[in-house]
């Protein structure tokens, strides 16, 4: 059974940045996808980022030019860079790994 575990939230002033850590557990990291998204009360969860195994990016525009992801497959852990955070990326962010989920991490942007 594959675990995550986040780490890396917190609470931060507009401008500012973070980097949140997902580390998985088990063999075979690198060869999955891994992504982040977030939620908000009464939204649905949403695309953030995305890396895929051989290392290509995807982003939402909301995001482009301010978050980055990474992986260390040595690791087994993914990062997201934020930075130039707005109140907007208020929010749970939760890492996804071959269809399991990470447990979420709270990001607090206050303006």
């Known amino acids: 059974q594959v675990q995550l575990v986040e ?6 002033q507009a401008g500012g ?8 557990s ?4 690198g060869l999955y996808n891994v ?4 939620q908000v009360p009464e939204k649905q969860r949403e695309m953030v ?6 290392g290509s990016t995807n982003y939402a525009n909301s995001v482009k030019g301010r978050f980055t ?9 993914v990062y997201l860079q934020m930075n130039s955070l707005k109140p907007e990326d208020t929010a749970v962010y939760y890492c996804k790994y071959r ?13």
């Open 49 to 54: 980022a995305e890396i895929t195994s051989f």
């Open 17 to 24: 940045s973070l980097r949140l850590s997902c580390a998985a």
């Open 99 to 111: 269809e399991v989920w990470g447990q979420g991490t709270q990001v607090t942007v206050s303006s």
């Open 69 to 77: 992801i990474s992986r260390h497959n040595a690791k087994n852990t």
């Open 7 to 12: 780490s890396g939230g917190g609470l931060v």
């Open 35 to 38: 992504a982040w998204y977030r």
């Open 26 to 29: 088990g063999s075979g990291f």
